[in-house]
């Protein structure tokens, strides 16, 4: 959440939620597609960056109103392990199933999306076990439009430091070697992303 302070030409500018103190951070309007107030009010943008008034926004039978909230349904193309991905990596997603709205599809079922690995940490010695964050921020509509997700799939593999530790009291050097187990992700793993930011998907 934020606090707009200005919407100009070609940017908008606020301020986070939780430091309206803080810095003053700018947006360009062609990254966003709608503002949703804490009064319910909304300021609509279109692609060429004029502002719509929220009661001229039209919803046909050819558009429909995908909400923020609305969960997706989304599948790991190939396997991963820990020991074997790194920081920043992208990874391959796909829609499950279709989203539908009113008998139209706003989302396409198979679609990929790209993920990026945000935390990756190796299994280690001392029991400790291997870690996996992967992120999805997007996915496209029918009508070509990017849609904000969120979503984070996480995977820890198993912890072995207490069996590390009684390995150690008995003897010290295997203590050092004795690992934890990698974060596995095996093809096909699934987990729920959320639209972030109500969207008009057009479906003519």
């Known amino acids: 959440m934020a606090k707009v302070i200005a919407i100009n030409p070609t940017d908008i500018q606020y301020k986070k939620h939780n430091d309206k103190d803080g810095p003053l ?3 360009y309007k062609s990254e966003v597609f709608m503002i949703k107030y804490a009064n319910g009010t909304k300021d609509v943008f279109t692609q060429d960056n004029n502002w719509v008034e929220p009661s001229k926004q039209i919803i046909d039978a050819n558009h429909r109103e995908l909400k923020a909230g609305t969960q997706i349904n989304v599948m790991l193309v190939n396997g991963l392990n820990s020991k074997l991905v790194s920081l920043g990596q992208t990874i391959e997603f796909q829609v499950v199933n279709d989203v539908v709205i009113d008998q139209k599809t706003v989302v396409l079922g198979g679609q990929k999306i790209q993920g990026i690995i945000v935390n990756s940490e190796k299994a280690r010695g001392l029991g400790q076990e291997g870690k996996l964050d992967i992120q999805i921020n997007q996915v496209l509509g029918v009508d ?3 849609i904000p997700l969120t979503g984070i799939l996480s995977k820890e593999g198993e912890n072995r430091t207490t069996e590390a530790v009684v390995i150690g009291a008995l003897v010290f050097w295997p203590v050092l070697l004795l690992k934890g187990k990698e974060a596995i992700l095996p093809a ?3 987990f729920i ?3 972030s930011q109500t969207v008009i998907v057009s479906v003519n």
Do not use: E
Request: glycine letters at 16%; hydrophobic letters at 15%; proline letters at 0%.
């Open 25 to 27: 951070y700018t947006r």
């Open 144 to 146: 070509g439009q990017t």
């Open 188 to 190: 096909g793993s699934r």
């Open 193 to 195: 992303a959320t639209i």
